[in-house]
């Protein structure tokens, strides 16, 4: 779906060969350059060898493209059949075996386009072709579908032979080569950048094909791609044996296009699918967009029947690189899809089976779906669900889960969770928060194994029992396999889902077995662990949630011929039921500044964000000081007990978020005029939730005390010495950048950010009561009233100063504030200094802080 929306970026370089190129007809009668030997000495050119003749040393694999591989030198020939010229058929490459730092990791769907095979003189060409659009053919101006789209060639290669049905040419240069797939990286030349891992060429004398198959519908080829970098400056990670020698295993798979009677159902913004996006150019609408879901075919075998069996069932194999333990959780994680396909008609659509130890087929063989465990050196994602569809009708043709060791068990083995650096000070430097694009591939594995983390942390803190434990990490695992199948069902996240219930309803089993934790298993929540042991509901959710079943319905439904655009518009019309709210990734606010609706995000939970949030500000802070007996274990290291204390310090982390989203935010209905919602598009946060917002960050932040809690731990943070590993910063734990972090990236980065501050200016037209001055006011009176009448700690002192040169920067900002916040930044540190003026300090310390706050804010006030 990326390399699609990279096909838009159409190169709009006028050139001269264009026209003379344009579909090879209108070409002059060019002839070939000839070969040295032919110019010496022209004669009848001899009867071109025949097919038997090129490929007596080869063995025959025949099937959907029928390939011949050289006995003797491995090398392959491709025989195109006439038939085939100009028929369109589906291009997927996936990766098998590469470096995790470049995403080439097993079973990584990369490139997804539609080629076709055409002949041009001599020469047979292949050509991606462009499927952004759509005409209708009724309209005189689909005659020029074809302009302003330059043709797109893969290869162009001699033919070597030919016999009365069909071509051959040599394959080497389209398998053995990165012509269909860029598997290295462009390389993003900076001047600032940090040399990174880099492959270096491609050496085709190094590569070789691994396998070729071939069957009626489908021809896949795996090869492996040496690359050889002789300046290797970068030696990647422990995956790497020699960084100047990787081969990467890739696996091209060429498909006919499915010949059935799929119909493509239409997007819409209200449930959330991955899509193949085209527009039409005939359109007159203001979206003229003909969007298509990504969904399985799915045909009743009864079509009359309201519930029937599906002809053919979306069938997952449980590798056998499963954890034994897990594969029956697996296993009914993944039936439990099927409760929601019932609602949309259909019973046993998801059929899960566990893969034999002696099976004799291979799990990369694209017929078969199969879900996945391993333990790679460095993990770039948890989990992950990616399908690879037919772009010209969505439909899903194969999908692949994979688990990784770490964060499916979810071990306490994981990076620092917070960076111990000091972070940028002025809040300017976060203007560039690059939101998240999430295609069908998942991140949720380096975010849920910290909340898997965390929970065991809490719990093991309370004294939980190891059977308790081990529920919650059940219920995780069902969650985290649902989530992904459902990735692999053609859904994208749903980040608002964990809204459904109040903080009182979300430990009511009654409730949460029935309907789900959350409303759909699609979202990233925070886990829910009760600080009263008592109270405890479920920790994750184990089923599809109301909005799952909806999504499913709407994705899955048949209907009888003509009356599909009706019923769709039927299941629609619910989208305004609170149980069915709908957000992905586009509008979730994870990143300071990203998008707008604080009830779109990701580690929250239930319809109060900020009760819940409180509640577990108080939960770590409670549990804090136990951390040091409870993981001083006899015979290890200090290591988990930093392990643990990060895991803590990131649900802080995730609670400041959640809460920081309230200021200057703005709810979100997309529902459409016809369904009479009670609420406009856009509706301000109310002044009441702003204000409450601040003033739970003044207190569980900001505050002197904040950190408190955490004092006891500081002096045990120590990592484990392996070889001569200590940190060039020293081994000892930053215990201020941690504090500072928090504050400022959790909390302020996100306040402060130039276009909160713009929204909250704007949204004063159309309801919003807090203004960005007073909003200032608050935010000052919990970074500096507490401790004006005496000194200050270590890390308010950072604070202060921190805000201080962030207002100084707004104030000095010539590009990204807008006047209404620079004014109300002057008006800010005008206050402060009177305030400052008027403190009490009696430490060194606290003088030298106070005096260089004066001078910070002298220096910003002069400017004009
Ligand atoms: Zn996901």
Redesign the pocket.
């Known amino acids: 779906m990326t390399s699609r929306s990279l096909l838009l970026v159409a190169c709009l370089c006028a050139s001269t060969f264009s026209n003379a190129q344009k579909k090879g007809k209108k070409a002059p009668q060019v002839q070939p350059p000839l070969a040295v030997a032919d110019t010496v000495k022209p004669k009848k050119p001899a009867t071109p060898p025949g097919i038997t003749d090129k490929v007596k040393s080869s063995r025959k694999n025949e099937g959907l493209f029928t390939i011949f591989q050289d006995t003797a030198t491995g090398s392959v020939q491709l025989y195109v059949r006439k038939e085939q010229l100009g028929k369109e058929y589906i291009y997927q490459s996936f990766s098998i075996n590469g470096p995790n730092a470049l995403f080439l990791n097993q079973s990584m769907h990369r490139s997804n386009f539609v080629f076709t095979i055409k002949k041009s003189f001599d020469r047979l060409e292949l050509s991606r072709v462009n499927t952004n659009f759509y005409y209708d053919s009724t309209n005189a101006v689909s005659k020029s579908k074809d302009a302003d789209k330059p043709e797109a060639i893969v290869l162009s290669e001699k033919v070597a032979a030919e016999d009365s049905s069909g071509y051959l040419i040599a394959a080497d240069g389209l398998f053995l080569s990165e012509k269909m797939d860029p598997v290295k990286p462009a390389a993003q030349p900076s001047f600032f950048s940090m040399p990174s891992f880099n492959l270096g060429s491609l050496n085709p004398m190094k590569s070789r094909y691994a396998a070729v198959r071939s069957f009626p519908n489908n021809t896949d080829v795996v090869v492996d791609l040496a690359y050889d970098n002789p300046m290797a400056f970068v030696s990647g990670g422990p995956d790497i044996t020699d960084a100047r020698y990787v081969r990467v295993r890739m696996q091209h798979s060429l498909m006919e296009m499915p010949q059935n009677d799929f119909t493509p159902r239409s997007d819409d913004p209200r449930v959330g699918y991955f899509t193949q996006t085209v527009n039409d150019q005939t359109s007159i609408k203001a979206t003229p967009y003909k969007d298509m879901i990504n969904r399985w075919y799915l045909k009743k075998k009864d079509p009359t029947a309201a519930v029937s069996e599906p002809v053919e069932p979306i069938v997952f194999w449980i590798e056998n690189t499963t954890p034994k333990e897990y594969r029956q959780v697996i296993m009914e994680a993944g039936l439990k899809w099927n409760a929601a396909f019932e609602k949309a008609g259909f019973k046993n659509a998801v059929e899960m089976k566990i893969m034999p130890d002696t099976a004799t087929w291979d799990p990369a063989d694209i017929r078969y779906n199969v879900i996945r465990w391993v333990a790679s050196a460095s993990p770039s994602y948890g989990a992950i669900g990616p399908s690879f569809v037919n772009p010209r009708t969505g439909q899903i043709l194969g999908a692949d889960i994979t688990v990784e060791w770490a964060s499916g068990s979810g071990t306490p083995n994981i990076a620092e969770l917070l960076t111990a650096e000091k972070p940028k000070a002025a809040f300017e430097n976060h203007i560039k928060a690059i939101p998240e694009s999430h295609t069908a591939n ?1 991140a ?1 594995a380096g975010e849920l194994q910290a909340q898997m983390v965390s929970a065991s942390t809490a719990l093991e803190a309370m004294d939980a029992s190891p059977a308790e434990i081990g529920d919650m990490h059940q219920q995780f695992l069902t969650y985290l396999i649902m ?2 199948m459902g ?1 692999t069902l053609g859904l994208n ?1 749903n980040m608002k889902a964990s809204q459904m219930w109040s903080p009182k309803e979300i430990n009511n089993k009654e409730l949460t077995r029935k309907y789900g934790l959350i409303g759909s298993v ?1 979202d990233y929540p925070a886990v829910n662990v009760s600080a009263d042991r008592k109270k405890q509901g479920d920790y994750y959710t184990t089923l599809a949630g109301p909005y799952d079943e909806w999504a499913i319905q709407y994705g899955y439904a048949s209907f009888a011929a003509g009356n599909e655009e009706e019923g769709l518009k039927k299941i629609l019309s619910r989208s305004t039921d609170p149980k069915l709210v709908f957000g992905n990734d586009g509008d979730d606010m994870r990143s300071p500044g990203k998008a707008i609706d604080p009830r779109v995000n990701v580690n929250d939970l239930s319809s109060d964000a900020m009760a819940y949030a409180e509640e577990r500000f108080k939960l770590v802070n409670n549990l804090m000081p136990k951390l040091v007996a409870k993981y001083s274990k006899p015979g290890q290291s200090y290591q988990e007990l930093r392990v643990r204390y990060n895991a803590l310090q990131n649900q802080r982390f995730n609670m400041i978020a959640a809460i920081s989203r309230y200021v200057g935010g703005v709810y979100v209905d997309r529902s459409f005029p016809d369904q009479q919602s009670k609420n406009k598009p856009f509706t301000p946060v109310s002044l009441a939730q702003q204000k409450r917002a601040i003033s739970l960050l003044n207190k569980y932040v900001f505050a002197p005390s904040a950190f408190a809690a955490d004092a006891p731990v500081f002096a045990y943070l120590q990592l484990q010495r392996r070889g001569f590993n200590q940190p060039a910063t020293g081994e000892d734990f930053k215990v201020t950048g941690i504090m500072l972090n928090q504050q400022l990236n959790g909390a302020l980065a996100h306040i402060f950010h130039p276009l909160t501050l713009q929204r909250m200016t704007n949204t004063r037209m159309y309801g919003n009561q807090y203004s960005v001055a007073a909003m200032m006011q608050d935010v000052t009176a919990g970074i500096f009233a507490a401790d004006l009448k005496g000194n200050v700690n270590v890390y308010r002192q950072n604070l202060q100063t921190a805000y201080v040169q962030g207002l100084k920067g707004i104030v000095e900002d010539r590009m990204s504030y807008d006047d209404i916040a620079k004014a109300a930044a002057f008006h800010t540190l005008r206050k402060i200094k009177n305030q400052l003026a008027t403190a009490v300090s009696t430490n060194e310390e606290t003088k030298a802080h106070r005096a260089s706050l004066m001078f910070q804010i002298d220096k910003a006030l002069e400017i004009k």
Do not use: G, L, P, Y
């Open positions: 998942c949720i989530h992904e990735h996240h699609m």
